[in-house]
């Protein structure tokens, strides 16, 4: 397990956690829609489509806080000369891939 994901924190302002757990709920009510329509047997077709709007939404979601990480975190890691931070960087993107 890398050891930085338990060091390390991001602090963020209480609009930036709105935006983030606001997207968080409609992926919720996204999973919950998907699960009614497994309890009421639902076209196959009709909820590959939802899950991949859930995977859409994700996919979305990552990218936001991505974009944050690098214009905020690895910002201030590098201009801090902190750059280890390439390294995790690398990592990141082999996960993402």
Known sequence: MNKN???????RDDEE???INNRISRIEGQLKGIKR????????NDILVQLSAIENSIKSLSNYILENHLYNCVTR???NGKTEIIDELIELFKKFN
């Open 5 to 11: 994901c338990c060091e390390k924190k991001t602090k």
């Open 17 to 19: 956690k709105k935006k």
């Open 37 to 44: 329509m497994i309890e009421e047997d639902k076209y196959c």
């Open 77 to 79: 890691d590098l201009e």
